[in-house]
Structure formats: structure tokens, C-alpha cells
T-cell receptor, first 110, second 118 residues
């Protein structure tokens, strides 16, 4: 099955700093989503981005499907950005399941 | 707010018991998937339901079973609970076509049910 690798596994930032999270995947995908999981377990959709670039406030994401990676950018980080960020994909022929990476644990210090 | 609701939010069960978790999908969504998330790991796909039929299954034993109802809500049942079943169980809702989530459609998750088996 498809492999999804995220880096870095852990990231500690000072409030106001910028960061880039990376997601590599081993096969062509027809769906790629970035999620933020808060401390209570809720997975919040950030982006649906199988290709191209999107921006939403301080967050933006880019997926280069031909090179099989996606990047999530967080600018001017805030303490509320803390949590685990997951990249998840589906592949053609197996669109029923999302395959998740292992996540990036982000801690933003005040 | 994703429009996907799960219950109960927390529960404690004894090894060997059975548990039922419930999920109401987002309005207009016909596909419900269940995921298990162990501590420190990413969610793992259990199975998916589309129009009341199981429509795909991950690497989970038959004691994990489910139902989907005509209103597209769903239940996850786990029999003969084991200690390793302790996890966060997440329900995901989407608009599908029987082949999974339709292209261009986002998958939305509920807040999850925390299950502890002692």
C-alpha cells in the first residue's frame, strides 16, 4: 500500500515564528488533505489539496503531485496552532480509505 | 464544527465486554468511515459504509463490525474487547459514489469516542 511520511516528527517554535511541514507519499494520489488534531482529539480539516496551492489566512499548502510531496506553511505561529498535523491521502482504486502519515507534533511557546 | 457527531465521548469497558459507538454523518453525506487511533499514532482505517453496505475494510478482525442506517448514521460494534482496543475511535463522513469519496469532496471527522479497556 501507499506510504505516507511526514517530517519533522516534532517541532517547537516560539510564537510568531514561521514553519514548514512536509508530507511525502509513495504513489499517485487522488485526494490529499491536511488536518490539525487538537488536544481533545478533533481532526480539523485545513486543506483539501491533491495538487496546486491554496491559502487560508496564516496557513497555506502546496502539493506537487508529480514529485509526490505536499508542504504546509504556518506563518506568524500562535500558541493555538499547537497540536498534531496530519497529512492523509487516498489513491485511485482505493478511494475508500484515507492513509495517514505519522504526524508532526507542533508546540508553539508563548 | 464539522457536522459529524459521535457518542459517547468517553467510556471505560472491561476486557471481554462489547461496545457500540455511534456516529451521525454530516447532512447530505452518504458515506461513513471508521478509524482507530492509538496513542501517538495516526488514524487507521477500520471500514467504510455506503448506502447501508460495508464498502471496504482495513486490517481489522471480524469482531469489529458496523451498521449504517437509512439516514446514513452509523454504528461501530466491537466484541470481545481486548486491552489493545483502547484508542480514540473516529467517524468520518463524506459524499461518495460507492468507490469511496467522490473526487473533489472533503472528508469530515467527528470529535471521536475515547475507549479505555481495563
Amino acid at each position: 500500500g501507499i506510504q505516507v511520511e511526514q517530517s519533522p516528527p516534532d517541532l517547537i517554535l516560539q510564537e510568531g515564528a514561521n514553519s514548514t511541514l512536509r508530507c511525502n507519499f509513495s504513489d499517485s494520489v487522488n485526494n490529499l488533505q491536511w488536518f490539525h488534531q487538537n488536544p481533545w482529539g478533533q481532526l480539523i480539516n485545513l486543506f483539501y489539496i491533491p495538487s496546486g496551492t491554496k491559502q487560508n489566512g496564516r496557513l497555506s499548502a502546496t502539493t506537487v503531485a508529480t514529485e509526490r510531496y505536499s508542504l504546509l506553511y504556518i506563518s506568524s505561529s500562535q500558541t493555538t496552532d499547537s497540536g498534531v498535523y496530519f497529512c492523509a491521502v487516498t489513491v485511485s482504486g482505493s478511494a475508500r480509505q484515507l492513509t495517514f502519515g505519522s504526524g508532526t507534533q507542533l508546540t508553539v511557546l508563548p | 464544527e464539522t457536522g459529524v457527531t459521535q457518542s459517547p465521548t468517553h467510556l471505560i469497558k472491561t476486557r471481554g465486554q462489547q461496545v457500540t459507538l455511534r456516529c451521525s454523518s454530516q447532512s447530505g453525506h452518504n458515506t461513513v468511515s471508521w478509524y482507530q487511533q492509538a496513542l501517538g499514532q495516526g488514524p487507521q482505517f477500520i471500514f467504510q459504509y455506503y448506502r447501508e453496505e460495508e464498502n471496504g475494510r482495513g486490517n481489522f478482525p471480524p469482531r469489529f463490525s458496523g451498521l449504517q442506517f437509512p439516514n446514513y448514521s452509523s454504528e461501530l460494534n466491537v466484541n470481545a474487547l481486548e486491552l489493545d482496543d483502547s484508542a480514540l475511535y473516529l467517524c468520518a463522513s463524506s459524499l461518495g459514489n460507492g468507490q469511496g469519496t467522490s473526487s473533489g469532496n472533503t472528508i469530515y471527522f467527528g470529535e471521536g469516542s475515547w475507549l479505555t479497556v481495563v
